[in-house]
């Protein structure tokens, strides 16, 4: 009986330390780096402040330590160092673009959530006016900041105007950011953590002005609210207007077929250990894939026929789709240029964009350094269907004995190398039925290669992660085909200017999913950084 008590008092005492012990982890866990692979969307604070008509709004949920902290903490050892300096370099080279130094100006008061939008001023270059919007951990850290901010720029010969409007204190003048010529520049100092910086004290009264009506400003706008419910969870939140498509996002241009609906793109970034994630949703008043299969049998069918091409597949690949109904994705004006990338690679010849131009099924495109290899149902796009069009590019077909098989054959002809003027059938594709579906080449190695039969694990893998089974475009591509698409797309090329050196050093792989659901298109893409070999 007397042990009792001091089992008692033990039990009491083993709680507290486990209790303690979760309670630290936990807070641990909410605080640390990691936390920006969970961390849940919301409407952003500074989305007041941003008229509904600016083109282009970035909204960062992380202060200028996190991604540094987060880089570390994913890193393997020995690329620890190089991943947290490319990633301090993008934060500073990003600050310094806006004219701060992030260091002597930022670094000791900033809070999670910064945001920069960018507007277009009439008779100036796009995205000319701008708001950056920065959290406060306190209301100290802001007001010493804008005193900091002033001075440093009144030194430079800048004359400031004090005033009120919509009772708050604005301080304007023509300063000089780091390292540029004197511009307008406007401030405000709002709930005492929020600091305002606009170029010009007109774009900041107009930020002051939607702040007070939510059918002006972004955070009363319906499509980001409904993307932020759906896509869910983020470090970065992105909402894009059709007229920043193309200068700002590389895009294509997308316009509505109602021209009062004007196309709004709502993405997000996600880490998630060595890859980035940018999900979206592109809100339309129609869908634009409306034509794709959609449920039921098509949908059921379509899967049977893209395991049959996959098992099928022989080789490996540096890049591999999976499109559904191609002839009505290259309907799409916003599409055909992209649908046009996947199906008709350089050197590649007519034969591909011609097949997928009336292919209404399933259409597999693999590009590896052998040649390409396409994959359709056995039943329809027949070779009759493309005779008219390839005798048009001067492509003739004919059957050809291989292996004791007949293949229908197209070739050109062409001059006999040092021949002088004798000619040759020189060999642009083919077309072979096997095992319930039917393989298109390039070249008639690439037909012998392909009846090998070996897997293509790494690109196949890249579309099951995707995890949409049911978009009608999806596209994996190793470090070989995605390094140079990324150098020239022109994102990618203004972060490298940013950053201030290479961001493709360790990219292992690209994959992209596009699926339509009623009057939206949810797209997700996925870059994967390889980690270093061993030894």
């Known amino acids: 009986m007397k042990g009792r008590p001091f089992l008692a008092v033990l039990l009491m005492v083993a709680l507290l330390a486990l209790g303690l012990g979760w309670g630290g982890w936990w807070l641990l866990w909410k605080r640390g780096p990691m936390q920006l692979q969970h961390h849940t969307l919301t409407i952003p604070r500074a989305a007041r402040f941003v008229p509904r008509q600016a083109p282009l709004s970035l909204f960062i949920f992380s202060d200028g330590e996190q991604p540094v902290d987060y880089a570390r903490a994913v890193a393997p050892l020995r690329q620890r160092e190089g991943a947290t300096k490319a990633v301090e370099r993008l934060r500073d080279g990003a600050f310094a673009a806006a004219g701060l130094n992030y260091h002597d100006?930022?670094?000791?008061?900033?809070?999670?959530?910064?945001?920069?939008?960018l507007f277009d001023a009439p008779g100036h270059e796009p995205g000319s006016s701008w708001l950056l919007v920065l959290s406060s951990k306190d209301e100290e850290g802001a007001r010493r900041f804008l005193q900091r901010f002033w001075q440093s720029?009144?030194?430079?010969?800048?004359?400031?105007?004090?005033?009120?409007?919509?009772?708050?204190?604005?301080?304007?003048?023509?300063?000089?950011?780091?390292?540029?010529?004197?511009?307008?520049?406007a401030t405000a100092l709002v709930q005492d953590d929020l600091v305002l910086i606009a170029s010009g004290r007109t774009t900041l009264e107009r930020a002051l002005d939607v702040s007070q009506i939510d059918a002006l400003n972004e955070a009363g706008l319906a499509p980001l609210k409904e993307g932020v419910e759906q896509l869910g969870e983020g470090m970065a939140l992105l909402v894009a207007r059709s007229e920043a498509f193309s200068p700002w996002l590389g895009l294509p241009n997308i316009q509505s077929p109602d021209a009062s609906v004007d196309p709004l793109l709502v993405?997000?970034?996600?880490?998630?250990?060595?890859?980035?994630e940018f999900q979206g949703v592109l809100h339309v008043d129609e869908a634009p894939m409306s034509s794709s299969p959609e449920t039921g049998a098509p949908?059921?069918?379509?899967?049977?026929?893209?395991?049959?091409l996959l098992k099928g597949l022989g080789g490996e690949s540096q890049s591999l789709a999976l499109l559904r109904n191609p002839a009505a994705l290259l309907a799409q004006p916003w599409l055909k240029p992209l649908v046009q990338a996947i199906t008709s690679p350089p050197g590649s010849g007519p034969l591909p964009l011609q097949l997928a131009g009336v292919d209404p099924g399933v259409l597999l495109v693999s590009q590896a350094p052998e040649g390409w290899l396409l994959g359709t149902s056995q039943q329809t796009p027949r070779p009759e269907a493309l005779e008219a069009p390839l005798a048009a590019e001067g492509l003739i077909d004919a059957p050809l004995e291989v292996d004791g098989?007949?293949?229908?054959?197209?070739?050109?002809l062409g001059a006999r190398q040092g021949a002088g003027d004798q000619l040759q059938a020189v060999v642009s594709g083919w077309w072979r039925p096997l095992d319930g579906v039917a393989w298109w080449g390039g070249n008639l190695a690439l037909l012998r290669h392909q009846s090998a039969g070996r897997s293509v694990l790494a690109r196949q893998q890249q579309l099951e992660d995707l995890d949409r089974p049911?978009?009608?475009?999806?596209?994996?591509?190793?470090?070989?085909?995605?390094t140079p698409l990324l150098m020239h797309w022109s994102p990618w090329t203004r972060l490298t200017t940013v950053?201030?050196?290479?961001?493709?050093?360790?990219?292992?792989?690209?994959?992209?999913?596009?699926?339509?659901?009623?009057?939206?298109?949810r797209w997700t893409a996925r870059i994967a950084f390889?980690?270093?070999p061993h030894g």
């Not at 008061?109 to 910064?114: D, F, N, R, S, V």
């Not at 949908?299 to 049959?308: G, K, P, Q, Y």
């Open 470 to 482: 049911e978009a009608p475009l999806r596209w994996a591509l190793g470090e070989e085909a995605a």
């Open 499 to 521: 950053a201030g050196g290479p961001l493709a050093k360790g990219l292992e792989s690209l994959s992209l999913a596009l699926e339509p659901a009623d009057s939206t298109v």
């Open 153 to 185: 720029r009144s030194l430079a010969g800048s004359g400031l105007q004090i005033s009120q409007y919509r009772g708050m204190g604005l301080i304007s003048g023509r300063g000089a950011l780091v390292g540029r010529d004197p511009v307008p520049l």
């Open 267 to 276: 993405g997000t970034l996600h880490p998630n250990g060595r890859q980035l």
């Open 105 to 117: 100006e930022l670094a000791g008061w900033l809070a999670p959530e910064i945001s920069l939008s």
């Open 405 to 412: 098989e007949t293949v229908t054959v197209w070739t050109r």
């Open 299 to 308: 949908v059921r069918d379509a899967l049977a026929t893209e395991t049959l």
């Open 530 to 532: 390889a980690a270093p």
